[in-house]
């Protein structure tokens, strides 16, 4: 697991705000963030709503332009291809939307959402095309008896199996998987990321896995990216993740997150306040505002940066 | 304080009855969390709009709610106005759309001190930026003349909380008061709950589908699955001791927070789909996703006590407490 599949340099997108009168301000969604994908790992990446997770998600698939920095995918910078070529790499890297509702188109039927992607790549004909799409509906776990159906016939569950489908029906390298158990109950939520984590072994995916849930993160990811406000404050394996000397911001995320076991006492962060807006970020390190730790004045007037305290872990914080 | 005694709610919809609650049972007592967990459809939902009979009218109730010596489903619709904000308040779960977008958070806040105490408007603005600083709202007085959109999630949802609380209500119904909201900030309104329940004395009747926050706030369970209250106990033993399958199945779900283990691996989970309410099933709704279906499934579940105060309702149970009672006749 060496392979580096997407490396993103100082990758940065803001959006200009609408103003009543004039351009308003500038809203930093995604500010200077260097991160490694390797070749079949998975890459958690957590952090709270407003976060910038979605975007730097659809950054790195290029299916958003960065206002600076490069995306390198395989090797390319995404931004600067031609798009014959973008096209190409576009079979090598998929999307599972969040909301299983919103992201099928209502008026298609199964075997039309999953033909689709074989359609714009000019792959088989149409009879192969008949039998790619049974065997990947297989693949999710649905019969043969689904492909004349419409989405809204479907369970949030199967949708989201749907969902899959649609993803994998190129038999990708690269998967971003933003929320796709969210909007699900638990009993279902479980049965998606065990399918996940089946394809992920027999496909060897590589998958970016966007989630706010740090227990679902935990379960899936070998490597762990924290987000704040549009950075990432922390970046390391899943075992750093159980010891001590995390970011605050971190620590906070952890002990947040209420156990279903009753016996062990909840003594949930004593943080300030609400994220502060992105609009008008704080000076010096974002975290500091709402940090239980911050002290120094070091905090409220520079900017840390990621920095490595040990192989492979990385944190952004002056007290680290 | 309140007892739900075989509630069942019905709605006549186009496509025919559908039985969304069968037949709950249920008591809340003074400075007491009792949580409600359940998927979604199961009826925890309903189960709490029936209690202040917010359903629409397209629900048909029976049952019985008995609330300070009344049957709140007999009540006339005067007498259960001053009930409803007054002694029974509820939150939302949204706390974006449950607020009044086009009036300021002193006129919503007031509005339950006016119409229950018969304050005026000044007197009740008064009342309202005190109702506002125990929720932890940093500046009452700045925050009453501010509207819904210019603040948070985590502030609005203080707001709400401070509605319902504005009154000095005896229960009070939070459902999914955290969902919307981020965990830094979820686990700051948990904290907040538990607080004002201790100093208030109030009942707390939380509807959830997180078991962490179940774990974590109440002190007293219901599971809820299909209309049906599945298993109910003290928190502590129906952590550790679930007996009905669906509750041991929710729980092997919940993927566990934990870093020293390697990655993937599969969760438990429960196979299948909840099922169709407009046909339940006959006998155990859980039977099609059961594990430990028995022939005996097939008739309605009896309730078991398993251990003084934790009961469900499974026939695997009852056949567990038959063979011990034979085997102990033996010896």
Known sequence: ????????????????????????????????????????????????????????????????????????????????????????????????????????????????????????????????????????????????????????????????????????????????????????????????????????????????????????????????????????????????????????????????????????????????????SPIHLPSGCPFHPRCPEARHLQCREEVPQLRGTTTDHWVACHLR | MLDIHNLAVRFHTPTGLLQAVGGVSLNLKRGETLGLVGESGCGKTVTALAILRLLPCTAELSGEIRFADENLLRLSEERLRQVRGNRIAMVFQEPMTALNPVLTIGDQVAESLKLHRGLSTRQAWREAARALTPVGLPEPNRHLSQYPHQLSGGLRQRVLIAMALACAPDILIADEPTTALDVTIQSQILALLTKLKKDLGLAVLLITHNLGIVAQSADRVAVMYAGLIMETGSTIDLFQNPCHPYTQGLLASVPKLDFDQPPGGTLAGIPGQVPNLYQPPRGCFFRERCSHETPRCQEPPPWVEVEPNHRVLCWLCKNDQEFRNKSSRFK
């Open chain 1, 1 to 276: 697991m060496t392979e580096i599949l997407l490396a993103t340099y100082n990758l940065c997108r803001y959006f200009r705000v609408a103003g009543p009168w004039r351009k308003g301000p500038v809203l930093k969604a995604v500010d200077g963030v260097n991160l490694t994908i390797r070749a079949g790992e998975t890459l958690g990446l957590v952090g709270e709503s407003g976060c910038g997770k979605s975007t730097l998600g659809l950054l790195l698939l290029a299916l958003l332009a960065p206002s600076k920095g490069e995306v390198r995918f395989a090797g390319e910078n995404l931004h600067r291809l031609p798009a014959n070529r973008l096209k190409e790499l576009r079979r090598r890297m998929q999307i599972i939307f969040q909301d299983p509702y919103s992201s099928l188109n209502p008026r298609m039927t199964v075997r039309r959402l999953l033909e689709e992607p074989y359609v714009i790549h000019r792959l088989g004909d149409k009879n192969e095309r008949r039998a790619w799409v049974t065997e990947i509906l297989a693949e999710v776990g649905l019969g043969p008896e689904h492909l004349d159906r419409y989405p809204h016939e479907f369970s949030g569950g199967q949708r989201q199996r749907l969902g899959i489908a649609r993803a994998l029906a190129l038999k990708p390298e690269l998967i971003v998987a933003d929320e796709p158990v969210s909007a699900l109950d638990v009993s279902i939520q479980a049965q998606i990321l065990n399918l996940l984590i089946q394809l992920q072994n027999r496909y060897q995916l590589t998958y970016l896995f966007i989630s706010h849930d740090l227990s679902v993160v935990s379960r899936l990811s070998n490597r762990i990216a924290v987000m704040y406000l549009g950075r990432i404050v922390e970046l390391g394996p899943r075992a750093v993740f159980a010891q001590s000397g995390l970011h605050p911001y971190t620590t906070a995320l952890l002990s947040a997150v209420p156990l279903p076991d009753p016996t062990r006492p909840f003594q949930p962060p004593h943080l300030q306040g609400d994220p502060p």
